[in-house]
């Protein structure tokens, strides 16, 4: 579609389009009709039946409508490919650099050793290290999770060597390890080096897994003098800020075994108090956001959930493709990747892989420029995300950054900063409204991806056939329920709220952006229709009242002749 030689990415549209605007009319055809015939046949002789006739009636007209918004995402849905090489040829010695933001909230639900492969994915990015900060929050503020970062960062200075040494795919050593890798015997050097790794690892996650069964974090083990801060009387929602800058500076305890830099690592729990609400994740994000303006300040930020990986090595170099692009890149707000889970079942019973969001809404919604923000797996531009309007002539300062400090002077730091994550640190500002991720809302993520985009800002998609990250997803029914309740209740509100896509969005973005994020707003409405539907035919079928046309009323309109008494067609629209 859009390309030319300079450009870092290409934008091809779906295939088959013509044939898909064919098949779109003739079901336009057959939603006409349907609604002509519901119009011009309402039953009068029973007032029952009437009332199931019209309540029918008015779900048909529902379905229709949503019919109508989904078109949005379905007609035009386009698909990125990225020139990394282009990026690098042009802009190989001045990449910006990039702060990963990781949040974790609880150590029994989310393992730390999990955790840590997560963490140590990240740091193993195909990216100058000394480029590369990983932040990562946890809101349990728990000594067993700092445990097991301590314990990732020494086992970084081997794996990180281990993976740019074999270029390893995935960079996740639990995914590496247990999940990816097929030995093969015929390459020596990499087997025994491959078994020496795994060891370590294995004997890592052990120590982990032990301390955390334990409970806490045996005294001996506590070489680090970061553990003083937790005090016998702390719980995860009444403590004092704790920062811990584990990795930074350019001496040899930031250097891994072959002497290079590794990646800055630090650690947050934000202060917690019963008294104060916490605002979940959107509290934390905003509380890394500000405290890595004041140790790395990068302009990129990456934000995943804990147990999201990163599967493909490659994945920084790919968004950067769309912020450097010289026609487009200046509005590109953020780069979201696909939420992809690797836990889920054969047969994938409650459609928790979420293939129809993933490969037609998405870059359904990239078309009109919208795609959302789904709070993991996602590049933001750091002064999109804090609140800044796009303007034409902005003009990023890709070199700004802090630079490196001794871990000596970062304890400094790290008293300096403390007061950024406090309890009272936002009272009064507009952190949480325009400035940083929004407040109340149970998809904060889709509401804060909504502002940047009123703000101006335009935002892609990218799917790359290595997935870029992988994750946990639910895999029971309950899992299920309660993760699609929270994300139709947190959409629901949104439509409702004065930032509505459906009410007021059209005067700040395409209009098809705004049919796009409806569609999910309209989640929860559509379970009215949609058990109406349910209910109602089935019911009177029992009583022998088909609410549908006959075959042979079909056929008999079409001047044919059909004697097949008892068929019935039954016409969904869904
Ligand atoms: O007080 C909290 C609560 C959660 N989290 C972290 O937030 C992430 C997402 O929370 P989770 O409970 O796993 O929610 P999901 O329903 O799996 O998350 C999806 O939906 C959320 C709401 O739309 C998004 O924020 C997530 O990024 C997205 O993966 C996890 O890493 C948590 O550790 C916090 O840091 N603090
Ligand atoms: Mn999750």
Known sequence: MSTSSSSLFKTNGAKGRSLYKL??????????????????HIPLEHYSLTFAWISLFASELWFSFYWILTQSVRWNPIYHQTFKERLLQRHGNEL??????????????????????????????????????????DDAGSELTFYALCEACKFAKHWIPFCNKFDVEPRSPNAFFFKAYHFSS??????????????????????????????????ELKQHQGFSKWTSNMTSRNHDTIIQILIDGNDEKSMDVE???????????????????????????????????????????????????????????????????????????????????????????????????NKAEHPGLDSWEGTLYIGTGCFHRR??????????????????????????????????VKHLASCTYEFNTLWGKEIGLRYGCAVEDILTGLAMHYNGWKSKFLDPERKAFLGVGPTTLEQ?????????????????????????????????????????????????????????????????ISLFPKLQRVVECTKDVGHEKNNIIPLCLN
């Open 23 to 40: 098949y779109a009319s003739f079901i336009l055809v057959c939603i006409l009709s349907i609604l002509f015939y519901r119009l011009t």
């Open 96 to 137: 910006p650099m990039v702060d990963v933001f990781i949040c974790t909230a609880d150590p029994v639900a989310e393992p730390p050793s999990l955790v840590m492969s997560t963490v140590l994915s990240m740091m193993a990015y195909d990216y100058p290290k000394e480029k590369l900060s990983v932040y990562l929050s």
């Open 186 to 219: 015929s390459n020596l050097s990499i087997s025994k080096e491959w078994s020496q790794m795994k060891d370590m690892y294995e004997a890592m996650i052990n120590r982990i897994d032990f301390v955390v069964t334990q409970g806490k974090v045996p005294q």
């Open 259 to 357: 002497g290079n830099l590794l990646p800055r690592v630090i650690y947050i729990a934000r202060e917690k108090r019963p008294q104060h609400h916490h605002n979940f994740k959107a509290g934390s994000m905003n509380v890394l956001l500000r405290v890595s303006s004041q140790i790395s300040n990068g302009p990129i930020i990456l934000n995943v959930d804990c147990d999201m990986y990163s599967n493909n090595s490659q994945s920084i170099k790919d968004a950067l493709c769309f912020f450097f692009d010289e026609e487009k890149g200046h509005e590109t707000g953020f780069v979201q990747y696909p939420q992809n889970y690797d836990n889920i079942t054969k047969n994938d019973l409650y459609d928790n892989s979420l293939k129809v969001i």
């Open 383 to 416: 002064e999109a995300l804090q609140g800044r309007k796009y303007s034409k002539g902005y003009i990023e300062d890709w070199k700004r950054g802090v630079d490196r400090k001794s871990v000596d002077s970062a304890s400094v730091l790290e008293e300096k």
């Open 480 to 544: 299920t329920l309660i993760q699609f309740k929270r994300w139709s209740e947190g959409n629901f509100q949104i439509l409702l709220s004065k930032n509505s896509p459906l009410l007021f969005g059209y005067q700040k973005i395409k209009f098809g952006a705004c049919m796009g994020y409806s569609i999910y707003g309209l989640w929860a409405v559509n379970s009215f229709p949609t058990l109406t539907y349910l209910l109602i035919p089935p019911l009177l079928l029992l009583n022998g």
